[in-house]
């Protein structure tokens, strides 16, 4: 092959020196621009496609985290459940409750096209005494495969004790218990079957929302859905926003908080007056939505029950140590004082139709977490099982109430 | 997109000289597209400030004429645009008349108008509700005025209980994603273009079929928004019941409906909307027949009110201007005062205020 000299190339011939030179350095600019574009969107492709990658393994080791906790050792179904759960975690919007989970087939989890997560025991086709059970992600079986929710759980009690009944888990995660009201409330419009008993089971979301936002009577994320609506409003779709909600602006987000959150030490610090005033705000609310539910049910025909959920957030958090339950993220300190504050006032509340379960859970090993909230199929059993106790004789699942009274439930017996 | 929005070009046909009228445009085109998110009822106009038209912190609009004290009665109005009075200054929407009402008849009552843009019934409980939970002092009435939005919500969508531009705010809401991916692609500006070419497409295709709904399809969607808004009344009903106000429901007028002789305007305004949504018309007029024939005591259906007026009235096909308001209030006086709701002295049977 033969060389030739760069010089040889960049020879012009007399005389065409002032035609050709511009020419070729528009040419050369040209060429040199593209270059240059070519490898800024390369880079940011490349930038784009590391930080998805990055933000994608935290998801990923975070779930991984989740399946080699204890409550999952030896469990067949564990690492279906966490691999459908991922798939099964989009939501969609829904008119006035905000979100609801997409339908989803798996054989872990299962949701139907309203939104519904399957209840296993549970007879619906028929005329059979109905219960519909409203709460956040705890009452939905975060962390547990269809048959190990605490509805599913209550429908297959009612089974054993000879009763066909239909259970509805309208459990969704994060909601809060003005939520749930609204989806009674819709709920009860579109249905011909009206239900025999309504129950709501509710605690942790409810007594976070005045932690996480200011807003009165809002729902969770409530500042982060209201920013997404109002700068599309303001943009009017045209405009650059979106980017801010790109891999690469939300991993450069990411390592900002991490920085500032170690320089602040992480907590919010909250005085014992705030989180008391806070725990005041959840009561009142809660007092409000309970009243409101119960209007619902003597003009719809219906029994409710009130059930506030056990959480590590309590006092009796402070046994768990990192050392004792690895598994269980140690995170927001700060909020336990509300916690504290709020399960404080709701454990000396009495009301016929309200059950503090906030300390059922106090004397069970730390397996029965999956984190601050989230309970094990085992956990949800016995919790199931405690609410079954609540309303025996209500639907013919409990022959005699004494029985209930004979296991020390005759304050929560009503005939 | 929203509906609701002002028209292009002031009509001065309805406002006949009014010295305020194009400050008042001026200010509803700034108001009007000022939107903040709101839990559960999704949307409420911004806070605003201006000479013929105010909006407080929580997103209402200012009532003329309204004593709100510890005590006095109390009257809560709910509705779409046209109950907060879109195309009228703060004291000429429906709300402030019926203030000046009872001011004029001796009666100084406090009205809260929680009337909301392009709001549908389902909307209206939930925020009835919402302020029932957080009010201390409970109202003494509770009014709804609507129509309009109920009526074309199932022109929008085919949810049996949804609000109204339930596409764009679901494709907000659902565009992100706590999780990493490359769905905010879906935001971006070539997308949108794409988009909106594909909607012109699809509409250019809609308008020019001749029938875009049959009949079948009118009479099915009047029947879901008739059929929702009476479980709507059911729950109002029953929360007065519970917190001891009264309730009264008034159906309100369209150009669509009724037999008003209309002017070249009216005309004009009436062909715009058919324009931009084929069908619409037959699906007003098949819903509002389900609603004339409706006789539930706290029901009064007042699409017939214009049927022999031959002024210019609508803005638009469903928004009055002042003059029409005034007649729209003077309705709801009658039917209040016919109920004893007018106060004190005025009423045979004497006051169900007290």
């Known amino acids: 092959m033969e060389l030739q000299s760069p010089a040889a190339t960049k020879a012009t011939p007399p005389g065409a020196t002032s035609a050709l030179t511009p020419r070729m350095g528009v040419k050369a600019f040209l060429k040199r621009l593209s270059v240059a574009v070519t490898l800024t969107l390369v880079l940011l492709g490349l930038g784009e496609g590391a930080s998805y990658l990055v933000l994608k393994s935290q998801e990923t080791r975070k779930t991984t985290a989740k399946i080699d906790s204890p409550i999952y050792r030896g469990?067949?179904?564990?690492?279906?459940?966490?691999?459908?759960?991922?798939?099964?975690?989009?939501?969609?919007?829904?008119?006035?409750?905000?979100?609801?989970?997409?339908?989803?087939?798996?054989?872990?989890?299962?949701?139907?096209?309203?939104?519904?997560?399957?209840?296993?025991?549970?007879?619906?086709?028929?005329?059979?005494?109905?219960?519909?059970?409203?709460?956040?992600?705890?009452?939905?079986?975060?962390?547990?495969?269809?048959?190990?929710?605490?509805?599913?759980?209550?429908?297959a009690k009612y089974e054993n004790a000879g009763r066909k009944?239909?259970?509805?888990?309208?459990?969704?995660?994060?909601?809060?218990?003005?939520?749930?009201?609204?989806?009674?409330?819709?709920?009860?419009?579109?249905?011909?079957?009206?239900?025999?008993?309504?129950?709501?089971?509710?605690?942790?979301?409810?007594?976070?929302?005045?932690?996480?936002?200011?807003?009165?009577?809002?729902?969770?994320?409530?500042?982060?859905?209201?920013?997404?609506?109002?700068?599309?409003?303001?943009?009017?779709?045209?405009?650059?926003?979106?980017?801010?909600?790109?891999?690469?602006?939300?991993?450069?987000?990411?390592?900002?908080?991490?920085?500032?959150?170690?320089?602040?030490?992480?907590?919010?610090?909250?005085?014992?007056?705030?989180?008391?005033?806070?725990?005041s705000t959840v009561v009142t609310n809660y007092f409000h939505n309970m009243?409101?539910?119960?209007?619902?049910?003597?003009?719809?025909?219906?029994?409710?029950?009130?059930?506030?959920?056990?959480?590590?957030?309590?006092?009796?958090?402070?046994?768990?140590?990192?050392?004792?339950a690895p598994w269980i993220p140690q995170q927001e300190p700060g909020s336990r004082p509300v916690f504290a504050a709020t399960y404080k006032l709701m454990r000396n509340f009495h009301r016929k139709d309200f059950y503090y379960f906030g300390d059922l859970l106090n004397?069970?090993?730390?397996?029965?977490?999956?984190?601050?909230?989230?309970?094990?199929?085992?956990?949800?059993?016995?919790?199931?099982?405690?609410?079954?106790?609540?309303?025996?004789?209500?639907?013919?699942?409990?022959?005699?109430?004494?029985i209930a009274r004979a296991r020390g439930l005759s304050e929560l017996y009503e005939p | 997109m929203w509906r609701a929005a002002p028209p292009e070009e002031l009509p001065t046909a309805v406002y006949k000289g009014d010295a305020w009228a194009p400050s008042s445009w001026r200010e509803w085109n700034a108001a009007a597209n000022k939107l903040q998110y709101r839990s559960y009822v999704v949307w409420r106009k911004a806070a605003f400030s201006g000479v013929t038209i105010n909006?407080?912190?929580?997103?209402?609009?200012?009532?003329?004429?309204?004593?709100?004290?510890?005590?006095?009665?109390?009257?809560?109005?709910?509705?779409?645009?046209?109950?907060?009075?879109?195309?009228?200054?703060?004291?000429?929407?429906?709300?402030?008349?019926?203030?000046?009402?009872?001011?004029?008849?001796?009666?100084?009552?406090?009205?809260?108008?929680?009337?909301?843009?392009?709001?549908?019934?389902?909307?209206?409980?939930?925020?009835?509700?919402?302020?029932?939970?957080?009010?201390?002092k409970k109202p003494d009435l509770v009014l709804f005025y609507d129509g309009v939005s109920d009526a074309f919500l199932p022109y929008q969508t085919s949810l049996p209980d949804a609000h109204e531009n339930l596409a764009h705010i679901k494709r907000l809401f659902e565009g992100f994603s706590k999780q990493p991916g490359f769905q905010f692609l879906q935001e971006s500006n070539t997308y949108a273009l794409l988009r909106r070419m594909?909607?012109?497409?699809?509409?250019?295709?809609?308008?020019?079929?001749?029938?875009?709904?049959?009949?079948?399809?009118?009479?099915?969607m009047a029947r879901i928004t008739y059929e929702n808004y009476l479980k709507n009344m059911e729950i109002v009903e029953l929360l007065g019941r519970h917190y001891g106000f009264s309730c009264f429901f008034f159906w309100q007028p369209t150009l669509f409906a009724g037999h008003k002789p209309m002017t070249g305007h009216e005309r004009h305004a009436q062909r715009l909307e058919e324009q931009g949504h084929?069908?619409?018309?037959?699906?007003?007029?098949?819903?509002?027949?389900?609603?004339?024939?409706?006789?539930?005591?706290?029901?009064?259906?007042?699409?017939?009110?214009?049927?022999?007026?031959?002024?210019?009235?609508?803005?638009?096909?469903?928004?009055?201007?002042?003059?029409?308001?005034?007649?729209?209030?003077?309705?709801?006086?009658?039917?209040?005062?016919?109920?004893?709701?007018?106060?004190?002295?005025?009423?045979?049977?004497?006051?169900?205020f007290e």
């Open chain 1, 165 to 279: 009944v239909c259970v509805k888990n309208y459990g969704e995660k994060n909601w809060v218990s003005t939520q749930e009201l609204l989806e009674l409330m819709l709920q009860l419009k579109q249905a011909q079957r009206k239900p025999d008993l309504v129950i709501f089971y509710d605690g942790i979301t409810d007594t976070w929302l005045p932690f996480q936002s200011a807003g009165p009577d809002v729902h969770g994320n409530f500042n982060q859905i209201k920013s997404i609506f109002e700068q599309a409003e303001m943009s009017k779709s045209m405009g650059f926003e979106y980017l801010l909600r790109s891999n690469t602006v939300r991993f450069l987000k990411l390592v900002s908080q991490r920085i500032q959150a170690q320089g602040k030490g992480g907590a919010r610090p909250l005085t014992e007056t705030q989180a008391s005033a806070m725990a």
């Open chain 2, 198 to 220: 594909r909607a012109h497409l699809e509409t250019t295709e809609k308008s020019r079929a001749d029938s875009p709904l049959s009949a079948e399809q009118v009479a099915a």
């Open chain 2, 55 to 136: 909006i407080d912190q929580d997103g209402l609009r200012r009532t003329y004429y309204s004593s709100c004290g510890q005590t006095g009665h109390t009257i809560w109005m709910f509705g779409d645009s046209a109950l907060w009075g879109a195309g009228s200054p703060d004291w000429a929407t429906i709300p402030s008349l019926l203030a000046k009402q009872y001011r004029d008849t001796g009666n100084e009552v406090c009205v809260v108008n929680f009337g909301e843009k392009a709001w549908v019934s389902t909307q209206e409980t939930i925020q009835l509700l919402l302020a029932l939970k957080a009010a201390e």
């Open chain 1, 75 to 155: 469990q067949s179904w564990a690492a279906t459940y966490w691999q459908e759960l991922e798939s099964a975690e989009k939501v969609q919007y829904q008119p006035f409750v905000v979100w609801r989970r997409a339908p989803f087939t798996g054989s872990a989890i299962n949701i139907d096209a309203e939104g519904v997560r399957r209840t296993t025991h549970s007879y619906c086709d028929g005329n059979a005494y109905t219960i519909w059970m409203f709460g956040n992600s705890v009452l939905w079986g975060s962390g547990d495969p269809d048959w190990g929710t605490i509805p599913s759980y209550l429908a």
């Open chain 1, 363 to 402: 004397d069970s090993p730390a397996t029965v977490w999956l984190d601050n909230g989230h309970t094990s199929p085992d956990a949800n059993r016995s919790l199931a099982e405690k609410m079954f106790q609540t309303f025996a004789g209500a639907a013919g699942g409990v022959k005699d109430a004494a």
């Open chain 2, 278 to 352: 084929p069908g619409v018309g037959e699906l007003m007029r098949v819903t509002y027949d389900l609603f004339r024939a409706i006789r539930q005591p706290d029901f009064f259906y007042l699409a017939d009110i214009f049927n022999r007026d031959e002024e210019n009235r609508f803005l638009d096909f469903s928004h009055v201007g002042p003059a029409g308001n005034q007649l729209v209030e003077r309705r709801m006086f009658e039917v209040l005062e016919r109920h004893g709701y007018a106060g004190t002295s005025h009423s045979n049977q004497g006051s169900n």
């Open chain 1, 291 to 324: 009243e409101l539910v119960e209007v619902l049910g003597q003009h719809y025909g219906f029994r409710c029950a009130f059930f506030w959920e056990p959480t590590l957030l309590t006092g009796w958090s402070t046994l768990v140590s990192p050392q004792v």
